[in-house]
């Protein structure tokens, strides 16, 4: 069985869906499609998109704050189960996780929490990366992982543009990077990384400010991990940094299992 998935940030879906460059959704060849920063319920989203003719589509807006965070995946396959959020109640309301239940593994869509606003948010997004992959370990018993989305970390120095004038700044925060470090560690593979190797310049975020996007002056923050039993099974890893419409760009993966 092959599946083709991609993952965006899409940084709010009205916005994006308004725009010419949603185009890319009716011509994609994927076979699932994982969105994160939403920005909408649902009900704020028409027919057409909100549950597109030959997909199946599951939404999580965020109950805490209106039009904040929220994630959506939409898929050509029936999953066998869909989950919503983490298990651990502290990491549930803000709109983060998907999980759907394919029967060769599972698959999770998380918005990763930003630990840019201050200590309080980078322990809340220390803490959810620990509630994760303790969730994710627990289910590998059962079948192989596959998580993508926005991790909002760098991992290593040739994933963003300037590491040295970003080591004081979350994203790129020693104890971040090091979270990274313990998910590999933990039979986790950075699909990118073992299909494209050291590439450099490969980027899936550039901030707004400053014409970063125009200088290729990006972070790799999105991914596509996959559980060690699945590494043989990678076909491809990809990045669409020519697709517009979001800070970010889509990401890809296939596998064949």
Known sequence: MRYRLVSWNVNGFRAVSSKPEWNWFS????????????KADPAQVGEEHRSPDGWHAWWLPATVKKGYSGVAVFSRHTPLDVAYDLPDERFRGEGRCLHLTFPEFHFFN????????GEERLRYKM???EAFLEHAETLRR??????CGDFNTAHRPIDLARPKENETVSGFLPEERAWMDRFVAAGYVDTFRHVRGDEADRYSWWSYKTRARARNVGWRIDYF???????????????????MGSDHCPVGLELEV
């Open 110 to 117: 998380i918005y990763f929490p930003n630990g840019g606003m």
């Open 27 to 38: 011509t994609t060849t994927a076979d699932v499609v994982a969105l994160q920063e939403t």
């Open 225 to 243: 991990f996959v559980s060690e039993e699945l590494r043989g099974a990678v076909r491809d890893a990809w990045i669409e940094m020519d697709v």
């Open 127 to 129: 803490g959810y990366y």
């Open 142 to 147: 059962d079948r192989p992982i596959v998580v």
